[in-house]
């Protein structure tokens, strides 16, 4: 019924043959956003996995985060958790303290270091896009905003600037 609410009435459903064109246009552009990403990644690392970046771009939405918290945001055991953010540690990333409150657990946020990390990376991301998006005629760019804000919103996905809630973060669950 909710898709019914997506597509007023019967004129306008899509037909198989237009999902399967969308399809395959959103696969194609996710190519280039994960290359765009592996390009952002690539300057730092030397210093942090794929792994370890989500988990600094995690920590980064949230300071002060539970060790349990965040092995759920990244759909890992809490044992391959505290394993990652002991190296991240290690490499003044992340810093850890007991929980004022409960002296059992572990309270994580990230150092200046993680979170130029993160930033670092961001801006990359960002510039690689922003190119992108230049090369495009104006009257493209506003009928991207609008599919690409009504895809992520169907993806349940929150707009940038829009709280995360602790089941989705970034896409990763």
């Not at 609410?5 to 198989?16: D, F, H, K, L, V």
């Not at 990244?74 to 490499?91: C, D, G, H, I």
């Not at 200046?112 to 670092?120: L, M, N, R, S």
């Not at 809630?165 to 896409?171: A, H, V």
Request: proline fraction near 6%; charge should be neutral; aromatic fraction near 2%.
């Amino acid at each position: 019924m909710a898709e019914r609410a997506m597509w007023p009435s019967p004129a306008t459903e899509p037909s198989g043959e237009d999902v399967n064109a969308v399809t395959a246009a959103v696969l194609t552009a996710s190519r280039l956003l994960v290359a765009i990403s592996a390009r952002s990644l690539a300057a730092v690392e030397e210093r942090v996995t794929l792994p370890q970046f989500r988990m600094l771009v995690v920590l980064s939405g949230r300071p002060n985060m539970k060790l349990v918290t965040l092995a759920e945001q990244l759909a890992v055991n809490p044992s391959t958790a505290m394993r990652m953010v002991e190296r991240l540690v290690a490499a003044g990333l992340v810093d850890r303290r007991v929980n004022p409150e409960s002296r059992r657990e572990i309270l994580l946020r990230l150092t200046d270091a993680g979170a130029q990390i993160v930033d670092e990376v961001t801006a990359r991301r960002r510039d690689e896009v922003a190119a992108i998006v230049a090369a495009m005629a104006p009257g493209q760019r506003a009928g991207l905003i609008a599919a690409l804000q009504a895809f992520t919103e169907a993806g349940g996905e929150p707009a940038l600037g829009e709280p995360v809630s602790d089941t989705l973060m970034l896409g990763w669950r």
